[in-house]
């Protein structure tokens, strides 16, 4: 998890959130290097978006996107605003819950019970 927190780091820096850390979009390639993937909802969350930015703005987001069972509360809820590094440190510890306990940490029998249960985000 440290190689994935060092490309968020870079991001971070750069101003952009990926948005939607999960298991499945961290990769080890074929010489132990870690690869970050699937930056397709990541967002800019630089004070003022810059007219040739290549991700949409945060105060552009006004509903959930990413994986619900893994997503923090300003996600499940849309709240666009509220996006920031935290939001990708918040997904990285999901990570990590899944990898101590063998599930992600919101669960449900349908989607809205699992954006619910990532709305509370009981821990």
Same mark, same amino acid.
């Given at each position: 998890?440290?190689?994935?927190?060092?490309?968020?780091?870079?991001?971070?820096?750069?101003?952009?959130?990926?948005?939607d850390?999960?298991?499945?979009?961290?990769?080890?390639?074929?010489?132990?290097?870690?690869?970050?993937?699937d &930056?397709?909802?990541?967002?800019?969350?630089?004070?003022?978006?810059?007219?040739?930015a290549?991700?949409?703005?945060?105060?552009?987001?006004?509903?959930? %996107?990413?994986?619900?069972?893994?997503?923090?509360?300003?996600?499940?809820?849309?709240?666009?605003?509220?996006?920031?590094? &935290?939001?990708? !440190?918040?997904?990285?510890?999901?990570?990590?819950?899944?990898?101590? !306990?063998g599930?992600?940490?919101?669960?449900?029998d !349908?989607?809205? %019970?699992?954006?619910?249960?990532?709305?509370?985000?009981?821990?």
């Amino acid at each position: 998890l440290d190689a994935v927190g060092n490309a968020l780091a870079f991001a971070h820096m750069k101003g952009i959130v990926h948005r939607d850390l999960k298991p499945e979009n961290v990769m080890v390639g074929e010489f132990g290097e870690v690869l970050v993937m699937d &930056w397709g909802i990541a967002v800019d969350v630089r004070e003022k978006p810059e007219a040739d930015a290549r991700a949409r703005h945060k105060s552009t987001i006004r509903s959930p %996107a990413g994986t619900p069972s893994y997503m923090p509360p300003e996600l499940a809820e849309g709240r666009g605003a509220d996006i920031g590094p &935290w939001t990708d !440190t918040y997904l990285l510890g999901a990570i990590l819950h899944e990898v101590l !306990t063998g599930h992600p940490p919101h669960r449900g029998d !349908t989607l809205l %019970a699992v954006l619910m249960a990532a709305s509370a985000s009981k821990p």
